[in-house]
Nanobody
Framework: QVQLVESGGGSVQAGGSLKLSCVASGDVWDSYCMAWFRQVPGRTREAVAAFDSDGTTKYTDSVKGRFTISKDAAKNTLYLEMTSLEPEDSAMYYC????????????????????????WGQGTQVTVSS
């Protein structure tokens, strides 16, 4: 199990920017899948961005062109840079991780934007006002 600690949330005006960080315990990058999710009270948790097993990135449609997921292996840190924020982006943001799994074609695979991750952080709140 990996420990995840998020930070960087806050309150901003619409159009503003925030950069979230997620520090992971241990050296997880070689065999772990990482992603960002968000959740509004009373609603289903939603995937925001994720790394695939080959290092490519995936985004939910509503954040494409505005959010960027990145990582710094030397710092064991996952980032989510958010620009042009909208009130609809207000939510608790969670970092998620899990070991990759072996796909039927024999290649390593990640859950991507599916809510199938095992380890979760405690979340960091993002509030965007209009």
């Amino acid at each position: 199990q990996v420990q995840l600690v998020e930070s960087g949330g806050g309150s901003v005006q619409a159009g503003g920017s925030l950069k979230l960080s997620c520090v992971a315990s241990g050296d997880v990058w070689d065999s772990y899948c990482m992603a960002w999710f968000r959740q509004v009270p009373g609603r289903t948790r939603e995937a925001v961005a994720a790394f695939d097993s080959d290092g490519t990135t995936k985004y939910t449609d509503s954040v494409k062109g505005r959010f960027t997921i990145s990582k710094d292996a030397a710092k064991n840190t996952l980032y989510l840079e958010m620009t042009s924020l909208e009130p609809e982006d207000s939510a608790m943001y969670y970092c998620a991780a899990d070991f990759f799994f072996w796909a039927v074609d024999g290649h390593p695979a990640c859950p991507g934007l599916y809510d199938k991750y095992k380890d979760w952080g405690q979340g960091t709140q993002v509030t965007v006002s209009s």
